[in-house]
């Protein structure tokens, strides 16, 4: 633990080590000059913003002034261990592409599976293709050190095609919380996101924070297992007429 003395008060920075890389945790006053100065460095560098709260302080608190918890992560060295599957049908190639582009830029490894047109295709035909690349990969290298993206026009599709293949957890998510909590707690290993319904920088924040984040295993590691479990129990034959 160090100290940045900002000129409305002190400010407590604490840094550490984790598997995304390294953490930056501290409070800022609000308002503050300099406070505003440290996020602008840190986003214009590798930092990405992974957690806010936001505290009215009060007389029992470090700071009687309102303030805002800001966690940050490093993830440039994280980002380079953690390879990417990503695919789309023809309702999402824009949005893909736009995707793959800034996720790159965040330095992961990104195969682009396709489609590269707007020509009509089958979504099940891409999630098989992304799918099978994911755990393919991860059972050659034996780590769970790939993970796939998925994109349709609502990501409902995409979600139940992959869900059907043998070592998917496919997550259909739609903002920064349920992104979050399908890694944390689920495990999911492919993430699926609707290009009709959420636009590019909400896309763009949902894929960060899954790639971000980590499973907490404990109770959730016994639950997941339950789930992988599902995936050997005999198919139940259609009730005849």
């Known amino acids: 633990m160090n100290f940045w003395n900002d000129p409305g008060g002190t400010l407590p920075i604490s840094t550490s080590k984790c598997r995304r890389g390294h953490s930056l945790s501290f409070w800022l006053p609000i308002p503050s000059t300099s406070s505003r100065i440290l996020i602008l460095l840190l986003t214009l560098s590798h930092w990405q913003v992974s957690q806010l709260w936001f505290n009215r302080g009060d007389s029992s608190f470090w700071s009687p002034r309102h303030t805002l918890r800001v966690v940050y992560h490093n993830m440039s060295a994280a980002h380079s261990s ?28 990104v195969l682009d599976k396709g489609v590269y047109t707007p020509d009509r295709v089958d979504y099940p035909d891409v999630a098989a293709a992304v799918c099978g690349a994911v755990v393919l990969s991860n059972k050659e290298e034996q780590a769970a050190t790939t993970l796939g993206i998925l994109l349709c026009g609502t990501g409902i599709g995409m979600s139940i095609a992959a869900n059907k293949i043998e070592g998917v957890r496919a ?17 999911a290993n492919v993430l699926c996101l609707g290009a009709r319904t959420t636009g590019i920088e909400v896309l763009k924040e949902c894929a960060l924070t899954f790639l971000s984040a980590s499973f907490e295993g404990g109770r959730h590691g016994e639950r997941v297992a339950k789930i992988t479990a599902l995936e050997q129990l005999p198919r139940v034959p259609h009730p005849t007429a």
């Open 171 to 187: 997550a259909l998510v739609h903002d920064h919380f349920t992104a979050k909590m399908a890694r944390m707690h689920n495990d």
């Open 82 to 109: 953690v390879k990417l599957v990503v695919g789309c049908d023809h309702a999402a190639v824009p949005q893909k592409d736009e995707l793959v582009v800034f996720l790159k830029a965040q330095g992961f490894q």
